[in-house]
Nanobody, 126 residues
Framework: QVQLVESGGGLVQAGGSLRLSCAASGGSFSAYAMGWFRQAPGKEREFVAAISWSGGDTHYADSVKGRFTISRHNAKNTVYLQMNSLRPEDTAVYYC???????????????????WGQGTQVTVSS
């Protein structure tokens, strides 16, 4: 059973940066594509970024392209989300997730992911 634990959230001013981490245990982390999603109050959970199992492919939501960077360190069983130029509209609970099937390219659809962390709060003040 894969377990995911996010960390690195917090309160930051607009224009600032944060780096989120997601530590995986209990499975073959390096074989699975990983994704970051977020959910703001009163809104549905939405895709932010994804990375393939090898790290060679990355995908981003248009709203974060050029500001956020997803990466992974397979030896540490960890995936990261570097967030720069943060905006108040980035405020949300951020979740990492692992895809259902191995050797994926990193999908944007929530339905492709089977394992989820508990989330970490990111608040951006204006």
């Amino acid at each position: 059973q894969v377990q995911l634990v996010e960390s690195g959230g917090g309160l930051v001013q607009a224009g600032g940066s944060l780096r989120l981490s997601c530590a995986a245990s209990g499975g073959s982390f390096s074989a699975y594509a990983m994704g970051w999603f977020r959910q703001a109050p009163g809104k549905e959970r939405e895709f932010v970024a994804a990375i393939s199992w090898s790290g060679g492919d990355t995908h981003y939501a248009d709203s974060v392209k050029g500001r956020f960077t997803i990466s992974r360190h397979n030896a540490k069983n960890t995936v990261y989300l570097q967030m720069n130029s943060l905006r108040p509209e980035d405020t949300a609970v951020y979740y990492c997730a692992a895809e259902r099937f191995p050797y994926g390219v990193g999908h944007s659809q929530i339905s492709e992911y089977d394992y989820w962390g508990q989330g970490t709060q990111v608040t951006v003040s204006s």
